[in-house]
């Protein structure tokens, strides 16, 4: 049945090509080609340099890609998404990923947060948790707690809030860092340039208990315009004991000094208080995956961020960027949780764990457009300077059952304290070079130096069988690791025809280890002292179209080559008890087809229809992944965890003048969780195989003068099904991902 799909959606790939092709001939015979690649850039070396705007096709896909140069960065030759969320028929409400990112081929979405409170994603053999593997921004710069040492992303701005989603995938690491994942960029929304006053207000309620209020305000007084919003939501969940609330503020001041010059400040603000319903073991799952026996496990979250930016155009040709940003919060999490997730609570003593962060950094760009040979070049260079630091603590907490984040007795038991002082310079240049009016090669460097520091203790309390301490034990350690290097890549494109573009490019990827979870206690996992860091480069060779009204497809083979890989491996310890080691594992190679196509059939039949809209729309990747080579017995010859070989969205949106309609299915196959391929999760649940599933959402939206009526049903079918076994918070063991929901937005807008 499987193949069957798989080569329905080939064959629709295969005949949307074809459309573009023939498009494409059609394109070219009306529209005389131009002389050079300036002129395709509306710059001639023979004419006095004007400013050009260029704007997009229009499109109702909210769905396409980044142009070669756009906003301070250069994506020519590159695997580029962009997302708007306005044009998407969607549960925006609840950040609904699956949903949000449909169109993005290959990703691998972590679903067991019902309220949308983080992001959880990775593609291609990537762990999703926190989406830690991509270089994530807003507005252009890092929102992670720690860029080095802790790069995972707690806060994630409100879909309603956000007015694009940019996505480069793993030859992004020159300009945006050193990472295999690529970067996630979300643009906020922008002021409204003429009004005053523009006020938005979004009233959400769905099953669980959901409630979210939005209200946004926005506009321009002569030189200065703005952007605020705040939201509030809060839910009890599918699950018992998963009740939360949060609350999110952002603000954007820009003003405008002169025609080229303008400066702006961004602030947002985020807190989150969630109860952690625990994990499940298999037979737990299987019996009903909606009962918890954890009612004393919390989770808070507090996300404090400012940024500054200068904008200079210095000619025509010329523009220059800087940004200093700050960021300072929180993540607290307590809770009981034995390596036997069965185990009933005995109201002892709970684990804490807390973690702060105070970071800031600058980023410099400087682009300039200018020519060889009469050929159109341009030039990217830039530099960034990165200071961290996170201070982790770890200790016995209450036996209450309230959300008391507070150590028992801090001087005798805090068994972990470390402060992590990191800095990190890079310098960066990349380069378009224009051959001719079809071919371009961008070739870049990147320079890199990186220094991280662990400073602190870690110890041990052991206990009698009766629970009495008898014994504590600390280790003073002080770790330093200063190391620099140089990465490099190149990006090659080739436009046979006006609508259709061939694109490939190879770039050297880089991970740092992180010292901040190298000595925290877990139950259920060993982490190995000797990490080292990982090492690889990844290759995109694909075809796609130039965006039109009409259709939109990009098809594409990678090769991801990942050493000294830190991944983990189920052992047993002297008790038989099931346990994962967290080390370098070994050579993985991911290989795959990542492909996406959808098309307006209304349009593509009659151009100039404009009422109604039929798009269909396809995602599918076909993966192969393998440890190559492996010193840990039991690994080489196996498949690499989080690489589902097939993964599938596919659906229709229908719509009729201001009423629009969606329908998406999504479908994974089997997935292992870590690198000995376990099937079986043993009594921690932490370890085995991940199901295949199969979720279908339903959404509906109309507008009505100023009024916008949303409905959503997420998981028609109601399966049972869970993307993600967790080793620690907010488990351990199983996770389950939401049953059937129904939601309902109204929106003004005045």
Not at 245 to 258: E, G, P
Not at 309 to 319: I, V, Y
Request: hydrophobic letters at 35%.
């Amino acid at each position: 049945m499987m193949r069957s799909k798989g080569f329905n959606i080939i064959i629709f790939l295969l005949a949307l090509s074809c459309v573009a092709h023939a498009q494409s001939r059609t394109s070219d015979k009306k529209t005389p080609k131009p002389d050079s690649a300036a002129a395709t850039s509306g710059i001639s070396s023979d004419q006095n340099l004007k400013e050009l705007t260029v704007t997009e096709k229009a499109t109702d896909f909210g769905f396409s890609r980044l142009r070669g140069v756009e906003n301070m960065g250069i994506y020519e030759g590159k695997k580029s998404e962009v997302i708007t969320p306005d044009q998407l028929v969607a549960n925006l409400s609840t950040n609904n990923a699956r949903q949000v990112y449909s169109r993005v081929a290959g990703l691998n979405i972590w679903e067991n947060d019902g309220g949308g409170l983080q992001l959880s994603i990775g593609g291609r053999g990537l762990d999703p948790n926190r989406t830690s593997n991509f270089n994530v921004r807003q507005n252009g710069h890092d929102i992670s707690a720690d860029a080095l040492g802790y790069p995972e992303s707690y806060y994630t701005p409100p879909i309603e809030a956000v007015g694009r989603i940019q996505i480069v995938r793993g030859a992004a690491s020159l300009q945006y860092g050193t990472q295999f994942g690529g970067l996630i960029n979300f643009v906020m929304r922008k002021p409204v340039a003429d009004k005053k006053l523009e006020i938005t207000a979004r009233q959400s309620v769905g099953s669980f208990g959901f409630y979210n209020t939005f209200t946004s305000a926005s506009g321009t007084v002569g030189k200065l315009s703005y952007y605020t919003f705040f939201q509030y939501k809060k839910a009890d969940g599918w699950r018992e004991n998963s009740h939360f609330q949060n609350k999110t503020a952002y603000a954007d001041i820009d003003y405008k000094i002169s025609d080229k010059t303008s400066i702006g400040i961004d602030v947002t603000h985020m807190d989150y208080l969630a109860k952690q319903p625990g994990g499940l073991s298999d037979a737990m799952f299987l019996q009903d995956p909606r009962q918890t026996n954890r009612e004393r496990n919390w989770f808070q979250v507090g996300w404090n961020m400012l940024a500054l930016h200068f904008d200079q155009k210095l000619s025509e040709t010329s523009d220059f960027n800087v940004r200093l940003f700050g960021l300072s919060a929180h993540r607290y999490s307590l809770g009981f949780r034995p390596n036997r997730v069965a185990t009933i609570d005995d109201n002892s003593e709970r684990d804490l764990i807390k973690g702060n962060f105070t970071n800031w950094g600058a980023e410099a760009r400087y682009l300039k457009r200018y020519f060889v040979a009469k050929k159109l070049s341009v030039l990217l260079v830039g530099g960034r300077f990165y200071h961290g630091y996170n201070h982790s603590l770890q200790g016995v907490g209450t036996s209450a059952k309230d959300a008391d984040f507070n150590f028992v007795e801090p001087e005798r038991f805090i068994t972990y304290d470390y402060r992590f002082p990191n800095r990190n310079v890079s310098l960066f240049a990349e380069n378009i070079f224009y051959l001719s009016d079809r071919l371009s090669i961008t070739p870049g460097v990147r320079f890199e130096y990186i220094k991280t520091t662990a400073d602190g203790f870690y110890g041990n309390i052991s206990r009698d069988l009766a629970g009495n301490i008898i014994n504590i034990t600390r280790t003073e350690e002080n770790r330093k690791n200063g190391r620099q290097f140089v990465l490099a890549g190149v990006g090659v494109s080739y436009k046979p025809h006006s609508n259709v573009e061939v694109y490939g490019n190879i770039s050297q990827n880089y991970r740092s280890i992180t010292f901040s979870d190298m000595r925290i206690s877990n139950p259920s996992s060993v982490i190995d002292p000797n990490l080292k860091d990982e090492k690889g480069y990844s290759i995109d060779l694909g075809f796609r179209s130039h965006q039109t009204a009409f259709f939109n497809y990009d098809v594409s083979l990678f090769y991801l080559n990942y050493n000294n890989r830190i991944g983990e491996v189920q052992f047993y310890d002297e008790s038989n008890r099931v346990l994962r080691l967290r080390s370098n594992v070994g050579q993985a190679i991911i290989t795959g087809v990542e492909s996406y196509a959808e098309a307006d059939f209304f349009k593509l039949a009659n151009p100039e229809e404009k009422d109604w809209s039929t798009v269909l729309f396809a995602n599918i990747a076909f993966i192969k992944s393998e440890y190559k080579n492996s010193e840990i017995p039991g690994v080489q010859g196996n498949e690499v965890e989080f690489v589902p070989k097939v993964n599938l969205k596919t659906g229709l949106r229908v719509g009729f003048k201001k009423l629009k309609g969606s329908f998406q299915l999504t479908h994974l196959t089997d997935q292992f969780s870590e690198a000995t391929n376990a099937v079986e999760g043993g009594v921690s649940s932490v370890v085995g195989i991940i199901p295949a599933y199969k979720i279908m959402d339903l959404s509906l939206s109309y507008e009505w003068k100023r009024l916008k009526l949303e409905t959503s049903i997420n998981n028609l079918t109601n399966e049972m099904y869970f993307t993600r076994r967790a080793t620690g918070y907010p488990g351990p063991g199983i996770l389950p991902s939401d049953g059937r929901g129904y939601y309902v937005t109204l929106q003004v807008k005045i």
